[in-house]
């Protein structure tokens, strides 16, 4: 008996001392490729206006609306439930560190033996724990671990994208409400026309021909104002999905705040007389007026944005498959235990353990010796694997870098076209105004006349697109440096409604309370994506799922 204990406790200690961890220890790539052009240093005040860039255009309706759809839309509450899954899973994982056999079973039963029958019961409990030798599931873990960061970096990168669809669909909103109080005010103009040319043919200085060319251009730009209103409601109800709400629901939003801006646009086309709208200074502009950028990137922002860091976590917890996969070379060691009690007797005799109680403990191993083809071609799967993700990471930071490029050059480009378009504007209306004083004195033919109303017409509507451009290249930049994210740190990630459906349908334990279910804030430590407080409440997770 001595020599037996001294075998196992030997066997367990040589086993202990021997454990390792397989596989590569994941480093980032930290030499990604970037323009020189780019600042390598982040600044506090940039940071700020990345976090709340939405804030910088100064309307009121837009921050109520990036801040319902924060809280409302669908797809940031089903990005809450992944986190909530990828915290399960780890749970589970970290489960597998101890004992993974811990059965109760037992079985009451009659046997027949000819003419005789008997009476059996047996009750026992078994265990069994594959230790850890080679870092199987501490490699598990890992990947799990880096799984579930990489669904709260995924919970961001829906946050950059909803804020960002947010205000592009409420400026395409905004910029064709004004196109179309700019197309009435021209009809309105050509209706002045229309006018003006019948009382010139009642007279008999001019034709009819002149009368239906204008009545042909009035008509023209009505046929245009029912697609106008189209897109803009094809807007409103962009906007209805993103914050979850069905689009009449989403008109007392977009009135709210308008109506004295919409009074004084009023005021302008009345007291306007035949002078333009537009302003130089925006003054009364209904569109969201875009605020002067900065042309310096800070690479450190972009290298922050969310998908990359789903991208390198991804990268992460498929290289910890790596170490997994290279465990099935090397023998698996366990100690397994089983106690329990069986009794056989005769029918109608009562159970006896006094004699029935089994013991059963040691140690044990298994090695797949002839599968090294099969384990070889696994671990080599997996290596690929991780290669294509790295890859995949590269190929998101020069997406990110086109996306920033792009945005950058065609503000730029927008900004300088806005400006022309302003003056097209002047001069359009300049030329209206003397055509229209001309042709009254008999000056001029209708065709000059109607010509210098098409150009006024359009030069106002291409200037209101232009200056709704210019916006949305703003948000194309933010949406681009990954801006927008931030703010909901510290946020519940799961609405009260869904916590309180789950509760009642399973046993969440204190995973759903509500320090578990707000977004900790997500950082870069040495180009390695960590969920700051996380592992505090995965390790209580993991806990409490034991």
Known sequence: MMTHRLIIASFTTLIMTACTTLGPEFEPDNNVALPQSWSDSETASSTASTANWWQQFNDPTLDQLVERAAKQNLDVEAAGLRILQARAVLGIADGLRYPQVQTVSGNLARAYVSESSFNNAALTFDAGWEMDVWGKYARGIEAAQATYYASIASYNDILVTITSEVARNYINYRSF?????????????????VNITRVQFESGNVTELDVQQARNQLFTTKAALPALEIAMLQARN???????????????????????????????????????????D?????????????????????????????AQLQAHAQSAQIGVAETALYPSFSLFGSI???SSVPSGSSFSFNDSLTLVAGPAFSWNIFQYGRVKNNIRLEDA?????????????????????????????????????????NASVRAFNI???????GQISFERLLNSVEKMTRSEDSYAQIKGNVANQVVALYK????GWQVQSGQAFVSPDNIQKMQERTDWGTQLDEENTVLPPLTIRTGAPVATGTDESASATTEEGQ
Do not use: C, H, W
């Open 340 to 342: 329990g009690i069986d």
């Open 435 to 441: 055509s229209l004083t001309q042709y009254e004195n």
């Open 480 to 483: 681009s440096l990954g801006g």
């Open 282 to 310: 925006e003054d009364g502009s209904i569109v969201p007026e875009a605020p002067a950028l900065n042309s310096t990137i800070d690479a450190s922002l972009v290298m922050r944005r969310p998908d990359l860091q789903v």
């Open 177 to 193: 409400q004004e196109r179309m109080l700019l197309s009435e005010r021209n009809i309105e103009i050509q209706e002045r026309v």
């Open 238 to 280: 962009a906007l209805a999905v993103l914050l979850g709400i069905l689009p009449e629901q989403v008109d007392p939003l977009l009135e709210d705040g308008m109506t004295q801006r919409l009074a004084e646009y009023e005021q302008r086309f009345r007291s306007s007389g035949s002078k333009s709208l537009i302003s130089e």
């Open 385 to 425: 694997r991780f290669q294509e993700t790295m890859t995949n990471y590269n190929k998101k930071v020069l997406q990110a870098v086109q996306e920033v490029t792009n945005a950058i050059e065609a503000y730029e480009l927008y900004v300088e076209q806005k400006a022309l378009r302003l003056q097209s504007v």
